[in-house]
């Protein structure tokens, strides 16, 4: 079969064959990319894997009632069959009146350049690749003698494209690149053994920390959990690093997705305009920083990103939503769509981040008399319905403002919707590592589980 | 196909059983990939220096149809297909896919596999395990739910809604989905081996949302597995799921908080078998071992349980969600010993990991998907039944823990720490299960939990087949199972200290 290549042209002749068929509406969301990956371990090449992908989806409106197909084989034949699969799929869903894709006058009118591909880089070499893996490791490996194993460094890349277009008559497309390196060594000493792990992530390969700081840094992280022990079972302050209080506002997030909130799942459910957080929390999603990770030209619906203030000093300001979502809850698209091909759209956060505080992390460990500082979160223990909190924890024991021995085999437990209000110190030390970024969190009480 | 040399092998060994056939000719029928493009292809990737090469060949269509709100608002397909292409040297590996299945893509896939045995270092080849045995045929689907009507599966789901609704007023909302999977799969290896196999899959789910003064809880059940669509609806399975869904979310309405601290916990049967797969199952992979990075390394033969605990992985068992006929590599899949009566007997191995540590093949090498590249990965793990009646577990303890249903579980493989969550658990007092309590977190050490089961219930069940396991960013469909046990003293993560 007649292989084509993913084009604008050829998401509008696809909704064009849609509309022969009696479509009323529909949109066209394209995907194709190049991945590459090398594992090294102890000094030697692991893994390579290399490859490319293309992906065309159709989502299609007959009146009120909708469906979504996808496919990898981007033909002539498989495109029709695909428009008569969707066509058959959407006669035997619901009549929603909230559906449809969203209002014309508010698609993105233009597409703005966010700097979110390095074209550059495409030219870098395997092998160069392969040396950036074998150095993060290396520098690992190097720094202590108690770090005797490795379960790897890595190093990969991602060149992306994605195409969109629905019947509104809006087409657009835009690249992206993803490089990322990091390594997970392993220290014994004493009977204990363990693991951690580091990394860096980027849109631009210059970008990316070196080897040294990225290897330097896992090499630390092992190490200061070797000997970790439970502790007595209590209540006292816990201290999350900015990885882990990035993973409080993940959980923010879900719990802010428009479809948790019309479904009732989230407890966060009618309480936009109110106060849901202590005053130090202020929470901004930007889909429009210059080669950030969560950057994109357009939503999933076409719609154009923005900045927004979610949370503002405590005051939940906004949801996360799409068209549909907002529709369920009498609100405007927050131009959160996200898409997964060949499927209704979801919400997603952009760059979603916890806004720095004022203290330096050392002095909030300090204002600790006995407490608990956390750096690694194990489970899934979170009820985002009720905002139940539970999961296993490993960390430093704070004592008299200091860090000391290592603490595993605990967990930490509360309730979202109180360890947000109990918020009770912020750090200065905010770095956009990832989409989702925090900086150190002190909550004022939690019950940890241990002996 | 005809004269090709590889399908001539695979005639001799006969390693597929007849049903398994279609798969193979699937391949040729699409993408006209025959016998002598295999070779011609495999001979490319195994080029002059590589111990073993492979081709995965896979063709996947995928359907959803759920509910919520009282209407099917979403059905979606998906239509993928692919083809990875494998080289192994020494413990390197070489991997390389396109989801554009020809000849020439599979050439240049098998020369960008081939790259990473350009600079391997003089040693001697390890030789990878052989296929052995014969294939099953463990899900004979003839109808897959992929295939049946859209409209009745779209009036079943309207059908549990109404049914939900009708079992309780505090239902506010109701979720059903139902999705399918029907996947057609090759393996051609270069030791001669050409193995297909179609795997079906299907699963439905049912989750509520209650509301009482102001008080919201969430209840779901699920099932499926490699199974027609007569598994839900024959016997009116989907009553059992809603019924269960509405009485979790129900009886969470009136949870207390869950205690914190070390407490006597019970188990019960079924999914509770999560507690297995993490404290146990993942340590005994085959790749944290060889690599030396698992709490279970350089342990066989030593006590890790008690002698109470006898715990198998077994990819046999007809139609489950976590049985396969052959893993991804082409093996046939096993019950293969974990721990017996306490002892660790044994690992979960892929070709590299059991070729690299000289250790049998068990038929674990699996993979999501054509872009993947095998692991080590459990199938079906679940602890054999004991001789102490349930009853009789829950009435020796004085003060603890009786759970139920879990929800997700993980485990640090190299400190051995493992939790799991539970979504419905209650309290214990003088024999006697009380109060429900929330959800809590429990948390334990891998290589020790087990040596602390003092009771084991004769009442062994299987999950209901909604398993998903993810490691290195893959996941797979699993089972678990459990009978009744008591485990003395374990970390219960809850708010009350």
């Known amino acids: ?451 | 196909m005809a004269g090709a040399g590889v399908l001539e092998v695979f005639l001799r060994e006969s390693v597929m059983a007849q049903e398994n056939l279609p798969a193979a000719s699937f391949f040729d029928r699409n993408f006209g990939i025959q016998g002598r493009d295999l070779e011609k292809v495999l001979a490319a990737a195994l080029g002059r220096k590589a111990d073993y090469a492979d081709l995965y060949f896979e063709y996947r269509r995928n359907e959803g149809v759920s509910l919520e709100e009282g209407l099917v608002k979403n059905c979606s397909q998906s239509t993928a297909n692919g083809v990875g292409v494998r080289v192994l040297a020494e413990s390197k590996t070489g991997y390389a896919y396109t989801d554009d299945i020809t000849i020439e893509n599979l050439e240049i896939a098998a020369r960008t596999a081939q790259y990473i045995a350009q600079n391997r270092s003089a040693q001697e080849p390890v030789p990878v395990g052989q296929a052995r045995g014969a294939a099953h045929d463990l899900y004979p689907v003839k109808t897959p739910v992929n295939d049946v009507a859209l409209e009745k599966k779209v009036e079943l789901l309207y059908q549990i809604d109404r049914y939900a609704r009708s079992l309780d007023a505090r239902v506010k909302n109701v979720m059903v989905s139902i999705g399918s999977e029907y996947k057609v799969i090759l393996i051609a290896s270069s030791q001669g081996l050409v193995v297909g196999d179609i795997q079906p899959l299907t699963r439905l789910n049912v989750s509520c949302i209650v509301e009482e003064n102001g008080n919201r809880q969430v209840g779901g059940f699920g099932g499926g597995g490699r199974v027609e669509f007569g598994f839900f609806v024959d016997a009116k399975d989907y009553e059992r799921y809603a019924r269960e869904a509405v009485r979790q979310a129900v009886l969470n309405l009136s949870a207390e908080n869950a205690p914190a601290g070390t407490l006597d916990v019970v188990l019960g049967p079924g999914w509770p078998g999560i507690l297995l797969h993490e404290a146990i199952g993942h340590g005994l992979e085959g790749d944290f071992n060889r690599k030396k990075t698992s709490a279970f390394s350089d342990r066989i033969g030593q006590r890790v349980a008690s002698e109470l605990c006898t715990v198998v992985d077994d990819g046999t068992i007809p139609s489950r969600r976590g049985s396969i006929n052959v893993d991804d590599e082409g093996t046939p899949t096993h019950r293969t010993v974990l721990i017996e009566k306490g002892i660790l007997k044994g690992y979960l191995q892929d070709k590299l990991n059991a070729g690299l540590m000289k250790m049998p093949l068990t038929g674990n090498g699996r993979r999501e998907s054509y872009a993947h590249i095998p692991m080590p990965r459990m199938t079906n793990t679940f602890m054999l039944a004991g001789e102490s009646a349930p009853e009789e577990i829950l009435r020796s303890v004085k003060k603890g823990l009786y759970a139920v249903s879990f929800g997700g579980g993980q485990v640090d493989i190299t400190s051995g720490k493992f939790v799991f969550s539970a979504s419905e658990a209650y309290l214990i007092e003088d024999g006697k299960v009380t109060k429900p309590v929330k959800g809590a977190t429990l948390i334990g050490n891998g290589p020790d939990v087990l040596t602390r089961v003092s009771m084991v219930g004769s009442d062994l069940k299987l999950d209901e087949g909604v398993g998903t396991c993810g490691k290195d960013g893959q996941s797979v469909p699993v089972g678990v199972g459990l009978p009744t046990i008591r485990i003395d003293g374990l970390t219960v993560g809850g708010t009350r200290a």
């Open chain 1, 1 to 451: 079969m007649e292989r084509m290549e993913l084009s604008q042209d050829l998401a509008r002749e696809t909704l064009a064959m849609a509309k022969a068929k009696g479509a009323t509406q529909g949109d066209v969301v394209m995907a194709e990319g190049e991945s590459f990956f090398v594992t090294v371990r102890m000094g030697e090449v692991e893994k390579i894997s290399q490859a490319g992908e293309k992906r065309l989806g159709l989502r299609l409106f007959f009146g009120n009632s909708s469906a979504s197909a996808s496919t990898s084989d981007i033909s002539k034949n498989s495109v029709e069959r695909l428009v008569e699969d969707t066509a058959r799929m959407a006669r035997v869903t619901a009549q929603d009146p909230y559906s449809g894709l969203p209002d014309a006058e508010e698609l993105a009118r233009e597409i703005p350049d966010l700097d979110l591909c390095d074209e550059a880089a495409r030219a870098v070499a395997v092998e160069e690749k392969i040396q950036m893996a074998l150095a993060v490791e290396k520098n690992a490996l190097a720094y202590d003698a108690r770090i005797i194993n490795s379960e790897g460094g890595e190093f990969s890349n991602h060149f992306g494209r994605v195409i969109y277009a629905s019947s509104h008559g809006f087409s657009g497309e835009y690249s992206g690149s993803t490089f990322g390196h990091s390594v997970a060594p392993v220290a014994k000493a004493d009977g204990s053994m363990q693991r951690d792990y580091w990394f860096s992530s980027n849109r631009k390969f210059s970008r990316l920390e070196s080897p040294e700081i990225v290897g330097k840094t896992a090499a630390k992280r092992v190490l200061r959990r070797l000997g970790g022990r439970k502790v007595k079972t209590c209540e006292v302050p816990v201290i999350f690093d900015p990885e882990m209080a990035g993973s409080l506002l993940r959980n923010l997030s879900s719990a802010l997705s428009g479809y948790a909130l019309y479904k009732g799942a989230s407890f966060l459910v009618g309480r936009l305009g109110t106060r849901i957080a202590s005053e130090l929390m202020t929470v901004i999603d930007d889909g429009t920083i210059p080669g950030a990770l969560g950057s994109r030209p357009f939503d999933g619906e076409g719609l154009p990103t923005k900045k927004k203030l979610v949370v503002d000093k405590g005051e939940l300001q906004n949801y996360l939503l799409d068209t549909y979502s907002g529709k369920k809850l009498g609100l405007a698209s927050t131009g959160n769509a996200s898409r997964s091909i060949g499927e209704p759209p979801g919400v997603s956060p952009s760059n979603f981040y916890l806004a720095a505080g004022a203290h330096a992390p050392d002095d909030i460990i300090g204002s600790v008399q006995a407490g608990l500082y956390v750096t690694e979160l194990i489970g899934f223990g979170v009820n985002m319905v009720t905002g139940d909190y539970s999961r296993g924890a490993a960390g430093l024991w704070i004592e008299n403002g200091e860090l000391t021995y290592p603490v595993e085999e605990v967990t930490i437990a509360g309730n979202l919707k109180e360890m947000f209000q109990n918020i009770e110190m912020v750090g200065n030390d905010l770095v956009m590592r990832g989409r989702i970024a925090a900086p150190t969190v002190k909550i004022s009480r939690m019950t940890l589980a241990g002996d």
